[in-house]
C-alpha cells in the first residue's frame, strides 16, 4: 500500500470510532440521522420540493 492509502485509511478509522463514540454518549441520535436524510433528500431532490412532493421520513 501506498502511503496515501495508509493515510486515508487511518482517517477513515479515526471518524469511524468518533462516529461510534458520538452515537454512545448521545451527541448522535436517530432523530438527528433522520434530520440529516431529510436535509440530504431535498438538497439532492430539490426539484421534488419544488413540485410540492414532501420529503420529511417518519411524519
Known sequence: MTRWRWRSLIILIYVLIGIYIAWVYDYITPGIIR???????????????????DLHIGR
Open 35 to 53: 434530520d440529516i436524510a431529510e436535509a440530504l433528500l431535498a438538497v439532492f431532490l430539490w426539484f421534488l420540493v419544488l413540485l410540492g412532493v
